[in-house]
């Protein structure tokens, strides 16, 4: 039965939670299972010199030309019932421009920001399940809550356009449904709300998977959307230089591997890009990630 192959990939969707638009929803259709989880450490690079801004893609990314950002993620799941997970996850960020020395002399800048970013904490709760033979549905709900850790900077000016964060506490709720078969094909769709502080906008989130599930290999592909209710555009009217206020929408396709290895650990890898946006960098990311589950 798919229920008890899926045992043997609970570390599915491991990319670090990083609070931009480039990751993924920190919640997948599988349940641990009561004392399952898993923990993964994941590496994530991501990379653009074209912008998003209103109403163009504009070439060359204002002030540091191209940004690169890299994070270093823990992510961990734990079944505390089987029907509810906590998920948690803390990245470490470093976010790179590509400014010349003189400008950075003349401006005062730095091309790098790095430090620790927000924490993460979700908690999933799997109140429906509806089983029909060879195939199954999954109806869950997931809330949770993101807030600053480290001490970074975020309201630098153009300076903040490499910050590493928002320095918002928001508070998301996240509905999902999850189709799967005993065959290992499966498929999810999401939508949720993130209600946030410090002047950013509120956004509503979607995110439709596919994927084949089995006890040996996990892959799947997404597509995933993030609308802005509110906010300006960056150097359009209203914007006074202070980057979380802008409204920032997007739309992402992406794809995950994942394999078990040795015993208890596996790896996992994956891709993504963004199709459109606004007010945000067109960037394309890989990630790594080794899994250790229990």
Do not use: C, H, W
Request: no cysteine; proline share 3%; aromatic share 14%.
């Amino acid at each position: 039965m798919i229920k008890k192959q899926l045992l043997f990939i609970l570390a599915v969707t491991t990319l670090g939670y990083v609070n931009s638009a480039y990751s993924q929803s920190p919640i997948s259709g599988f349940m641990q299972g009561k004392g399952k989880g898993n923990i993964s450490l994941s590496y994530n690079s991501e990379k653009y010199d074209q912008v998003y801004l209103v109403p163009n893609l504009a070439d060359g990314v204002p002030i540091f030309n191209e940004v690169q950002i890299t994070s270093a993620s823990l992510y961990a799941t734990y079944g505390v019932t089987d029907q509810l997970d906590v998920v948690f996850s803390l990245p470490y960020i470093t976010s790179k421009g590509n400014a010349s020395e003189e400008v950075l002399n003349n401006l005062d800048y730095e091309n790098k920001r790095s430090g620790v970013q927000d924490v993460s904490v979700f908690v999933k709760y799997n109140p429906f399940y509806f089983d029909y033979g060879a195939t199954s549905l999954r109806l869950t709900a997931a809330v949770g809550v993101k807030t600053p850790l480290g001490g970074y900077e975020e309201n630098e000016g153009l300076q903040s356009i490499i910050a590493i964060g928002n320095r918002s506490t928001t508070v998301s709720a996240i509905g999902l449904a999850m189709f799967k078969m005993d065959s290992g094909f499966f498929a999810t769709g999401q939508f949720g709300g993130n209600f946030a502080t410090n002047e950013v906008p509120n956004s509503y989130i979607s995110e439709l998977k596919l994927g084949y599930a089995v006890s040996k290999f996990y892959g799947d592909a997404y597509l995933a959307n993030q609308f802005s209710t509110s906010g300006v555009d960056i150097l359009g009217e209203g914007f006074e230089g202070f980057f979380p206020a802008t409204r920032v929408s997007y739309t992402k396709i992406g794809a995950n591997v994942y394999v078990p290895v040795y015993q208890e650990f596996g790896v996992a890898t994956g891709i993504s890009t963004l199709l459109a946006g606004r007010n945000i960098g067109k960037a394309t990311g890989v990630y790594g990630s080794l899994v250790y589950k229990f």
